[in-house]
């Protein structure tokens, strides 16, 4: 089999990685692809957003399954476009995939079918908005309505976070258009966990959990970011937890997305708070999570190729997708300056003193033979171990081998899985 993956970050990188592990796949190729990505795949140079270059190239290189990893062609229709030239594609068509382009349409979802989620309210007004966070009170959570990379998202502290908070989305249009409309959100607290799921239609077959940590600091302090780190499974979180999650939120929302007319084929990324009142829902996505990715595929044992291909072609009840039993964590290096601005180009050394971990690589390039940095997240270190102590040791042992100028990462990823 000849497979296409769209997207150039961690995520794609874990998606090809596992992949690779197939003795169906003859190759592999990816648009547009980063540095680590270019040793296991051949790059191509169409970017995510190229739809009529993507859907051309996969006809002329007899591509028999595209992958879409990123949020944003999802949303804009990608999939609807392959399928329309009879492509086969993994990924949820756009009218499904709005339940991550639209946090108002996701709550007023999950308000319909009655399905846990935080209390909220949107706004299209800015002074409207203003007025009611002022009446709320704070801690409040504010999110944009649209894709922000993920960190369309501020939970606010104080009542002049959270002014600042409207004013940048609503009035700066810091997020473009996808800050027209704002949904402000009661402030749930509890344990974070993920839980991804293969999904087509009403047959819903989760993944193991994971829990990211969104925050740029240790102790969950400072701005949201697309993801510090992640580790899985959550020996911590009893499985009953996780079991009432499925049922009365992950499984509910996929059949109201069949009642919608909506039904979602592809993996639904279920953001959880595990309160005091049982979990509840704070956002989902239409792909694979990035961070999460890297360590839940990393557990994968089932060949990822048979578990896309039952997804499109309707057999995935058939599927007995199996997961190891050791734990996976993953710390990501970024940047010096993210999530707010930061250098590009940097040299990246150490790569080849790592030992037992995989380095996914999220913002890479290569410049005259070297591995230079190229975005805010660049690269996750991801290492399994028998328990979560084993894999955090690994990981962190080859974090510290890896160097480059302005270096940042958090020191508590998975300690919450210890204590």
């Given amino acids: 089999m000849r497979i296409l993956v769209i997207g150039k970050g961690g995520r794609e990188h874990a998606i090809i990685w596992a992949l690779r592990k197939s003795a169906r796949i003859s190759h592999i190729y990816c648009a547009p692809g980063n540095a680590g990505i270019a040793q296991l795949a051949e790059c191509v140079p169409i970017k995510e957003s190229e739809f009529a270059q993507i859907a051309q190239f996969a006809l002329d290189y007899a591509i028999d399954l595209v992958v879409v990893g990123p949020d944003d062609p999802l949303a804009d229709g ?18 499904a995939a709005i339940i991550e382009g639209s946090k108002v349409f996701t709550k007023e979802l999950l308000k319909k079918y009655n399905i846990p989620t935080a209390a909220y309210e949107s706004f299209e007004d800015y002074e409207a908005a203003l007025a009611y966070v002022r009446k709320q009170g704070v801690p409040i959570v ?4 649209g894709l922000a990379a993920g960190k369309g998202v501020i939970v606010a502290q104080t009542l002049e976070e959270a002014e600042k908070a409207l004013r940048e989305i609503m009035v700066d249009k810091v997020f473009g258009k996808s800050g027209s409309q704002v ?3 009661e402030f749930l607290q509890g344990q974070e966990m993920s839980i991804l799921s293969f999904v ?4 819903v077959r989760p993944m193991v959990p994971s829990q990211d940590h969104k925050q740029i600091f240790d102790g969950d302090k400072g701005p949201n970011t697309g993801g510090m780190g992640t580790y899985s499974p959550l020996p911590h979180i009893a499985q009953s937890v996780i079991d009432e999650a499925i049922e009365t939120i992950i499984k509910p929302t996929a059949e109201a997305m069949v009642k919608e007319g909506r039904s979602f084929r592809g993996v639904l990324f ?9 979990p509840k829902t704070i956002e989902f996505n239409a792909r694979f999570g990035d961070p999460e990715t890297q360590v839940v595929l990393s557990l994968l044992e089932t060949d990822l190729i048979d578990i896309f291909l039952a997804t499109i072609n309707g057999r995935l009840q058939d599927m007995d997708i199996r997961w190891s039993d050791e734990s996976a964590v993953c710390v990501i290096l970024a940047s010096g300056g993210y999530p707010g601005s930061y250098p590009k180009g940097i040299p990246i050394h150490g790569l080849d003193e790592v030992r037992d971990s995989v380095v996914f690589h999220a913002g890479t390039a290569e410049k005259d033979g070297q591995i230079v940095t190229d975005g805010g997240r660049v690269l996750g270190v991801t290492a399994k171990g028998a328990g979560i102590e084993e894999a955090r040791a690994k990981a962190y042992a080859d974090a510290e081998r890896i160097r480059f100028e302005g270096m940042q990462y958090r020191t508590d990823i998975a300690l919450k899985a210890l204590r």
Avoid: H
Avoid at 78 to 95: A, C, Y
Avoid at 200 to 203: A, I, K, R, T
Avoid at 270 to 278: F, H, P, S, W, Y
């Fill in 200 to 203: 087509d239609g009403n047959v």
């Fill in 78 to 95: 990608i999939v609807d476009v392959l399928e329309e030239r009879n492509i086969p594609v993994f990924g949820p068509r756009k009218n």
């Fill in 270 to 278: 279920a953001g959880l708070m595990i309160t005091a009142d049982g």
């Fill in 183 to 185: 949904v402000i959100e």
């Fill in 142 to 145: 504010i999110k944009a309505d």
